[in-house]
C-alpha cells in the first residue's frame, strides 16, 4: 500500500551527536520544549496510550500547552483491549487532544478484520498481523500529517533491544524521532503518574505492566521484566513500528 506524497523533510541543520549529549540528562519537559521551539510544523506524538506516552500528554497539554496542540497519533488495531479504548476516551476528554486515529485501510472492526485476513492471524503471521494494523497505518498516518518528527514515549529500561536508546534519532525516511523519557526508569514514570494524577490504564492495576493488543497480551509476574507479557513465548520483543 502506498502512502500519500509528504512535504519534502529538511532537518540536516540538526547535530543530533550533539543534541543527544546536551539532553542526555535534561527533564523530559525540557527535551519537549526544545523540540516545540525548534520544530514549529509536523511536530506530533505516537502514542498506545501506555503510561510513558500518558507521562507525554501530560507534559505536552498540561504543562507547556503549545498553540496549535501537538497532535497525537493513535493506532486503532482493532484489537486493543476495552480499557485501552476507554482510557483513549477520557484522556481526549480530559486533555481536550488533538486525537488522530489510524487504522486498517479496510476494515472497520475485528469481526471484518478476520473476514478479510483470517481467523487468528496474529498465531499465524504475526509480522502480517502488525504490518497490517500498525506498521502501514503508522507510515501513513505520519505522512498525511506531514510527519517532521514524531514523539515516543520509548524507553532504555524497557527491553533489551531499548538499552542504547538515544534521546534523538532520526527514521527510515528521516524524521526526526524524539524519545524524551530514554533515560527515565519504570519508577520515576510511575511516580510521575500518581503525583500529577495522570489518567493511566486500569489494567496496570491488574498485572499488565505493558498493554498491547489483547490477544497478544497477559499479566506479568512480581519478578518477571515489565515486557514479558508481550508476545509470551515467542521471543519477539518489538512489533515492527520502531525497526
Known amino acids: 500500500m502506498v ?109 471484518l478484520f478476520a473476514r478479510r485476513y483470517g481467523d487468528l492471524l496474529w498465531e499465524k503471521d504475526v509480522q502480517k498481523f502488525h504490518y497490517l494494523t500498525k506498521v502501514e497505518p503508522l507510515q501513513r498516518g505520519l505522512s498525511e500529517l506531514n510527519t517532521q518528527a514524531w514523539i515516543t514515549g520509548r524507553r532504555r529500561d524497557q527491553s533489551d533491544s531499548r538499552t542504547k536508546l538515544f534521546v534523538f534519532e532520526r527514521d527510515i525516511k528521516k524524521r526526526i524521532k524524539v524519545n524524551p523519557l530514554a533515560s527515565w526508569t519504570r519508577k520515576e514514570t510511575w511516580s510521575y503518574v500518581l503525583e500529577h494524577n495522570v489518567p493511566y490504564n486500569v489494567l496496570h492495576d491488574m498485572g499488565y505492566a505493558s498493554i498491547g493488543d489483547e490477544p497478544l497480551t497477559t499479566p506479568v509476574g512480581a519478578d518477571e521484566h515489565e515486557r514479558a507479557g508481550r508476545w509470551r513465548g515467542t521471543g519477539k520483543t518489538e512489533c515492527g513500528i520502531h525497526i
Open 3 to 111: 502512502c500519500s506524497q509528504q512535504a519534502d523533510i529538511d532537518n540536516s541543520h540538526l547535530d543530533l551527536d550533539e543534541l543527544n549529549e546536551r539532553f542526555e540528562n535534561a527533564h523530559p519537559k525540557e527535551i519537549l520544549a526544545w523540540c516545540l521551539r525548534n520544530i514549529p510544523t509536523g511536530l506530533i506524538q505516537t502514542s498506545a496510550f501506555g503510561v510513558t506516552g500518558m507521562v507525554i500528554m501530560d507534559l505536552l497539554y498540561r504543562e507547556l500547552k503549545p498553540n496549535p496542540p501537538v497532535p497525537v497519533l493513535f493506532l486503532d488495531t482493532l484489537h486493543h483491549f476495552k480499557e485501552t479504548l476507554d482510557l483513549v476516551e477520557r484522556s481526549r476528554q480530559h486533555y481536550n487532544l488533538d486525537l488522530r486515529v489510524y487504522k486498517v485501510i479496510d476494515a472497520e472492526s475485528r469481526e
